[in-house]
């Protein structure tokens, strides 16, 4: 077994030069002109081929290290005679710095990379680094399978591309093909390296996140989607709520507005049962519910939940406020069972407590519609030929297109904001 070691040509006496990638490993087949290995110094990224073929045997060198003319790179067990390495090929370099080597003394050439922005292929920049770090090797794949590095993130050493690197994106764009072929070919985002951009930290998605991700998008996708808004005049609700509050909270139970807006909910339903409703999966009936149990999302630490309140139409304010705040906690504190969450008829997404002027919620599917809440304030209403502050609630209706017309939903609104503005309509 003849074996011989292959090791840095003549660098024009460049001494300490990083090492960025090995792009071999024992036991490859290498032929000559194979790349070895990239180098980098302050201005350049080379990459050094194999001036013989044979297989490797051993490696000297590891990424990381620093090289200077003559470092061994690897062990290789001689493929029968020695081949000559070819002349580098230089395709547009008029400023060439790198002695052409002699192949009976010079065991390897160091050939200075093209960096070639493949984001603008036209444009070449002899022996300069670009925004985009890669070696030689990684640049040809690319260019083969017509990847544009500037959408690769990189993993190597100051953001430089790697093979592995390729891998990866190959790999993510090939799990998004099903997607895509689906549906008329649903667009992907571009994969974006962020951390180009300033620093960065990836944290994890909480499983109700990704959870309730999977639904919203679903639910996103196919439901057409219409928002009515409208304000209701909560100013005789909120002046009953604050008489009863300081009564109630003596009894540890927490009135808000929301259980005025529950009450309120039911009654619109029970006047339009075409949003007490879902479409069956054929898309050929609507099957009505004759139950009203009222889905109200809660905001937790680990994301959205929405716990169902049953028979909301069957509850005092009383009750519907002790049954919220009991909900509500285990929702916070993880409680809450897969019956809690199921059963829904319409929902409720009050962002009221917060703030906020409107928004629009996304249907809970197989509901038809959800009312989103917004922070009640007071504007000046013109009423009897003057303004008077009123307490103005806003409300967003998003709803099922398939289901209900735009008349209707307007019609629901209007029906809705009557309820609240009078407290004997709730409390009757
Ligand atoms: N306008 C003005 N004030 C409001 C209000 C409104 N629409 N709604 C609530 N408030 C007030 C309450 O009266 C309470 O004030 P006081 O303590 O002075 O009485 C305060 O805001 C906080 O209310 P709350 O949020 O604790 O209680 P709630 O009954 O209104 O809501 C719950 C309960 C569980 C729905 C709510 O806490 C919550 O989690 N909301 C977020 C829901 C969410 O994330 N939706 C987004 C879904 S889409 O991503």
Redesign the pocket.
Known sequence: MVTKNISIPDMGGATDVDVIEVLVKVGDTIQVDTPLLTLESDKATMEVPSSDAGVVKELKIKPGDKVATGSVILVLEMAGEKLEAKPIEKKSDKKETTKKPEPETIPAVVQPVKVESSASPSKVVEGELTDIHAGPAVRRIAREFGIDLATVPATGPKNRILKDDIQTYVKTRLSQVPAASANFGMPTAPVVDFSKFGPVESQALSRIKKLSGKNLHRNWLIVPHVTQFGEADISGVEDFRIAQ?EILEKQGV?L????FILKAVVASLKAFPQFNASLDPNGENLILKKYFHIG????TPDG?VVPVIRDVDKKGLQDLAKE?SVV?EK?RHKQLTANDMQGGCFSI??????GGTAFT??VNVPEVAILG????SHKPVYQNGEFVPRLM?PLSLSYDHRVIDGADGARFMVKLTNMLSDIRNLLL
């Open positions: 509050k927490k808000t507005p929301l259980v109200v999302a809660v905001d959205l919220l509500s929702a997404s009050s962002l009221g407590g917060i919620p996304i809440v917004s922070k009640a609630l």
